[in-house]
């Protein structure tokens, strides 16, 4: 049960063949019930101007199936309004990712494993008028971060890799290793990984032998506008060293990561993340079988499309890496 001094509004609406009620909470959430009948509607009304002095307005939804109209912010709710009447809402608790390009702004939500169908991304237009001093993209985002369900870098990070060289999505990114999350920060895009959807690890050395990559498989994949990753590819150099030391004392890291991690660690830059990302995502790392080509390496050069790239047979599949 809820007092009166937490509740906001109270709003009914016909969904479907029934009514439903709607209950704005002055903290911003936002609570809806179904399943009541068309004659229950005075019950109710009579039952939240006893008990909480409140009447309980009727609220009209949009049907006209229009795709443009105006966003409206309340509380932790976006909703989006035609001829002043909801379309639909959206709670921004669901949301676990925002992103904008030029006048666009998407918005990616959180899946549920137990549902057979779910909604993965909605996409804004939203135009831009030249008279006005603020960046309408901009405040639609920061309305939207205030209230998601975001994953923030709060703390420190466990160890940061710098300047690291990425096939896809291409560029060179600073690698954050976080406790429950990898954070990819470049010059344009910004990801954050969480660990639980990393689902395999590959350390393959390139047909040079001058070269190894370092392969992690994400499921949902992280996705830069239109295009999705599944794969997120690292290449290294196999004289590049480095040396690192965890924000972590050494009781939290015997706790956490027994022996498979030490507070300084150094060596090959390909053999130190490999490590750790071992260590924190918790997964075993795959290598190439016992294939040897006819030149001697693990792999085969062999072309997907208009590109060329490097298959490698493993002990149970294949893996295929673009050039």
Not at 38 to 49: S, T
Not at 50 to 60: I, K
Not at 87 to 108: D, F, M, Q
């Amino acid at each position: 049960a809820t007092g009166s001094e937490s509740r906001k509004a109270s709003a009914g609406s016909a969904v479907g063949a029934g009514y439903g009620l709607r209950i704005m909470m002055k903290t911003g959430g936002m609570y809806r019930f179904g399943g009541f009948q068309d004659d229950e509607q005075e019950r109710l009304a009579k039952f939240f101007q006893h008990h909480f002095q409140m009447p309980l307005s009727t609220r009209e939804l949009c049907l006209k199936g229009w795709n443009w109209g105006t966003a409206r912010f309340e509380g932790s709710v976006l909703s989006f309004d035609v001829d002043k009447n909801s379309a639909y809402e959206i709670p921004l608790g669901n949301v676990s990712h925002c992103t904008t390009a030029k006048n666009e702004v998407t918005l990616e939500f959180h899946q549920n494993d137990d549902a057979a169908v779910s909604l993965m991304e909605l996409r804004f237009h939203i135009p831009t008028d030249p008279n006005s001093d603020t960046d309408p993209i901009q405040a639609f985002r920061n309305n939207v971060l205030s209230k998601a369900s975001i994953i923030q870098a709060t703390g420190d990070a466990m160890v940061t890799f710098k300047e690291l060289q990425c096939l896809t999505p291409r560029g060179r990114y600073d690698i954050k290793i976080f406790p429950s999350f990898i954070q990819l920060h470049g010059k344009t895009f910004d990801y954050k990984i969480p660990l639980t959807t990393v689902l395999r690890l590959f350390l393959l050395p390139h047909k040079d032998n001058r070269q190894v990559f370092f392969v992690l498989s994400l499921d949902p994949p992280i996705k830069q506008g239109q295009t999705r990753y599944h794969f997120l590819i690292l290449l290294f150099n196999k004289e590049e060293e480095t040396s690192i030391e965890l924000a972590l004392s050494d009781a939290d890291i015997q706790e956490k990561f027994e022996d498979k991690l030490q507070k300084n660690m150094s060596g090959p830059t390909f053999e130190v993340i490999s490590r750790v990302m071992k260590a924190v995502v918790q997964r075993k790392i795959t290598v190439p079988g016992n294939f040897k080509g006819h030149g001697g390496t693990n792999c085969i050069t062999c072309s997907y499309r208009a590109g060329n790239g490097l298959l490698y047979p493993l002990e149970r599949g294949f893996i295929y890496i673009h050039k």
